[in-house]
């Protein structure tokens, strides 16, 4: 691994720890910070946080910047808060192992208008994440799947977004 990718991956990884591990006070401000290692997400506001073991929770902003021509938050960028969301929960469970999203599936189920705030929110069953474990320790590969439930700030309506993630083990040369 060239010294450039294994300093990207510990910038990535200590991004991961900001957004997820950092005191609650720093988060906002250790994640501003670190925007610029997500280029996809840089300048969006996008913040992500730990709710529990098994739960992330981000949230992306209404911003001008962030609007698409219907002027609603673009949902290219709450794809991409997606697949972060995704990434990081699989790099907090899996810290001590290499890997990579080798493909993905996404599906967006979207009634709303999203012209405020967006929460995402990450949530799995540990029954779950231990059956990912156990195939990915046997044949170094496996598919995870997510359900991300997206609310609008100050709506009780709720869309959502389904996201598969194929996933393999990164043998590190000695």
């Known amino acids: 691994m060239s010294f450039y990718k294994k300093t990207t991956e510990k910038l990535k990884e200590l991004k991961t720890w900001a957004q997820v591990k950092s005191p ?20 969006t506001g ?17 911003r001008p910047t962030n609007f698409d021509f219907q002027q609603e938050i673009h949902q290219g960028l709450v794809l991409n808060a997606a697949l ?18 080798v493909a993905s599936d996404v599906q967006i189920s979207k009634k709303q208008k999203w012209t405020q705030d967006i929460e995402l929110l990450l949530e799995i069953d540990q029954s779950v994440l ?45």
Not at 24 to 43: R, T
Not at 46 to 60: C, G, N, Q, W
Not at 141 to 159: A, L, M, N, T, Y
Request: proline share 4%; no cysteine; hydrophobic share 45%.
């Open 24 to 43: 609650k006070p720093l988060q906002p401000a250790l994640s501003y910070a670190l925007d610029w290692l997500a280029p996809e997400l840089l300048g």
């Open 130 to 174: 231990d059956d990912f474990f156990i195939d990915f320790q046997k044949v170094k590969r496996g598919e995870i799947e997510f359900q991300i439930k997206v609310k609008v700030d100050k709506s009780r309506k709720i869309d959502s977004l389904t996201l598969k993630l194929q996933v393999e083990k990164t043998e590190l040369l000695a």
């Open 46 to 62: 996008f913040r992500m946080m730990e709710i529990s073991d098994f739960a992330l929770k981000a949230t992306v902003p209404a």
């Open 84 to 101: 972060e969301l995704g990434r990081a929960f699989l790099q907090k469970q899996m810290s001590e192992s290499y890997f990579q999203l």
